[in-house]
């Protein structure tokens, strides 16, 4: 890679890191937040959710126009408004409020993630692209590894709302990076057609069976994932009896280990090829899926020897398919084909969170029943998705 290629993946990892982090507290937060405002698994899982639900909106509005402008600007005014949500959020005083913050920082961060893919992808060809996932997916192993324990600190010390204002005083010096040093972002608007309707965006999308196994895809992983992440903490604590004040640990072991396995699992898909690596991990990934959510003891090391193969498989598999999803249209198309690509991934998450949180039952004694079940439900989601990835083909660019 070039230096400017290298600055540039730098801010956009800077950008997923404190975007995924902003996400990812919440989750943590839960036996916190579930106390604090004394509200059941169904209502947490629904704050969670109000973010992937109002992005998931923005996200799939945001298709009819995000390919009309130079990317750089769409990001810079996505982060921005992300920021204010974000710090919405650290004054947030109720449970009503807080939910609303989150659909403020939704609403902007759902323009966010297919942005800083459609960058990677219309920099990068497809033959160095899985590498250069791979080191923007290091955003999230570093979120874990330093995000979340220090979100955690900060919450026990200072109280909940301390981490979302560090974020976004941190969100702040990443809105002059992206100002200062990302370039111009236009390559897609040279040698343009004639303007077509914003509907065509979606009826070249149902027109194409391949783009539409593509967001099955993307739909299928998420609903796998999402249903049994949010609850890993509210599980352990409540079932098992792990510690509250360990449970930074978990996501600084996973995050540790991703950060290595992320930049060797993309050079090994872009050498050995993106689906057999995706197959690969998806049915290792079921492994630690099966025990995470049968867990029987809260000793440290189990917990952490498991959950951190979860990290390392599981993210495994999104590498390879962030890859073969973007390869299913032309540069032309694609800021607006990832907007509904990573909007489809947002309502997912949300779904999964909500199913989660019905499945799961919480008794007069605070234990929370059913979760195995929801484990058995992210297996077969993770084995269909298998089926779908094979029909995905890549275009020629």
């Known amino acids: 890679m070039t230096k400017k290629e290298k600055l540039l993946l730098f801010i956009l990892a800077c950008i997923n890191f404190t975007h995924i982090i902003d996400f990812m507290i919440m989750m943590p937060l839960g036996p916190q937040l579930m106390k604090i405002?004394?509200?059941s698994p169904r209502q947490f899982g629904f704050v969670v959710s109000a973010y992937g639900l109002s992005a998931g909106i923005s996200g799939f509005l945001s298709a009819f126009f995000v390919d009309n402008y130079d990317r750089k600007k769409v990001?810079?005014?996505?982060y921005t408004g992300f920021v204010i949500g974000t710090l919405a959020c650290a004054v947030a005083p109720t449970y009503e409020i807080l939910i609303l913050a989150r659909v403020v920082a939704g609403v902007f961060g759902g323009l966010i993630g297919a942005q800083v893919l459609s960058i990677v992808?219309?920099?990068?060809?497809y033959e160095r692209r899985a590498t250069a996932m791979g080191f923007i997916t290091t955003a999230f192993s570093l979120a874990s590894v330093v995000g979340i324990?220090?979100?955690l600190y900060l919450a026990n010390h200072f109280g909940w709302h301390s981490p979302f204002l560090v974020l976004g005083?941190?969100?702040?010096l990443v809105i002059f990076l992206i100002y200062r040093y990302v370039p111009t972002l236009d390559k897609h608007l040279k040698n343009r057609q004639p303007k077509e309707s914003p509907f065509a965006?979606?009826?070249?999308?149902?027109r194409n069976p391949n783009q539409l196994r593509a967001l099955s895809l993307s739909t299928i992983i998420m609903l796998g994932?999402?249903?049994i992440i949010p609850y890993i903490s509210p599980t352990l604590v409540a079932n098992v009896g792990f510690s509250q004040d360990n449970i930074f640990l978990i996501y600084f072991v996973g995050g540790l280990l991703t950060i290595f396995s992320a930049p060797m699992v993309g050079k090994l898909a872009d050498r050995k090829g993106k689906y057999p690596v995706f197959v690969t991990f998806a049915l290792l990934s079921m492994i630690p899926i099966f025990l995470i959510t049968n867990m029987f003891s809260g000793v440290l090391w189990g917990v952490l020897v498991i959950s951190g193969i979860f990290f390392v498989f599981s993210n495994g598999r999104l590498i390879p398919t962030q890859a073969i999803v973007s390869n299913v249209v032309s540069s032309r198309q694609r800021g607006s084909f990832m907007a509904i690509n990573s909007s489809v991934?947002?309502?997912?998450?949300?779904?999964a969170t909500n199913i989660g949180g019905f499945i799961i039952h919480k008794t007069p004694s605070g234990y929370l029943e059913n979760y195995p079940y929801v484990g058995y439900f992210a297996m077969i989601m993770i084995f269909i998705s298998i089926f779908i990835a094979k029909t995905v083909k890549p275009i020629a660019q």
């Open 37 to 39: 405002f004394d509200i």
């Open 75 to 78: 990001v810079l005014f996505a």
């Open 121 to 125: 992808a219309d920099t990068f060809e």
């Open 149 to 151: 324990p220090a979100g």
């Open 169 to 172: 005083g941190l969100g702040v």
């Open 201 to 206: 965006v979606i009826t070249d999308i149902t």
């Open 225 to 227: 994932h999402f249903s």
């Open 345 to 351: 991934q947002l309502f997912a998450q949300a779904i």
